[in-house]
Nanobody
Framework: VQLQASGGGLVQAGGSLRLSCAAS????????IGWFRQAPGKEREFVAA????????RYADSVKGRLTISRDNARNTVYLQMNNVKPEDTAIYYC????????????WGQGTQVTVSS
C-alpha cells in the first residue's frame, strides 16, 4: 500500500482545511484508515480513524467536534476536514492504514505539513 497525503498548508486560527490521502497499490477497503500527527519536539499522536465499513469513527479528545474523518472506498481516499483550527493543530499529518481501531498503523504515508497561525 502506498499512501499519498495532500492538502496541508498555512491557515489562520479559526479557519478550515481539508486533508486528503490517496491509497494505491492495493485496495484498502478491508482496513481502517486514519490520521496521526507529529508536532515539533513531540511524539507522534493519534488524531482520527474510520473503519472500512464507515460505521465507526474515533477521534482524539483534542480534536472532537472540530475535525471530521471520512473515506471514499471507491476512490481509495480518506479525508480529514479540519474546522476551527487552533495553533496547537500545527504538525505534520500522516495518514495510515491498519486494523481497526488503528491503535497502530501498518502502512504510512509521507506526511503533509499543517501550520496554524494565531
Amino acid at each position: 500500500v502506498q499512501l499519498q497525503a495532500s492538502g496541508g498548508g498555512l491557515v489562520q486560527a479559526g479557519g478550515s482545511l481539508r486533508l486528503s490521502c490517496a491509497a494505491s497499490g492495493r485496495a484498502i477497503s478491508s482496513y481502517a484508515i486514519g490520521w496521526f500527527r507529529q508536532a515539533p519536539g513531540k511524539e507522534r499522536e493519534f488524531v482520527a480513524a474510520i473503519n472500512w465499513r464507515e460505521t465507526q469513527t474515533r477521534y482524539a479528545d483534542s480534536v472532537k467536534g472540530r475535525l471530521t474523518i471520512s473515506r471514499d472506498n471507491a476512490r481509495n481516499t480518506v479525508y480529514l476536514q479540519m474546522n476551527n483550527v487552533k495553533p496547537e493543530d500545527t504538525a505534520i499529518y500522516y495518514c495510515s492504514v491498519g486494523p481497526w481501531p488503528l491503535t497502530r498503523g501498518k502502512y504510512w504515508g509521507q506526511g503533509t505539513q499543517v501550520t496554524v497561525s494565531s
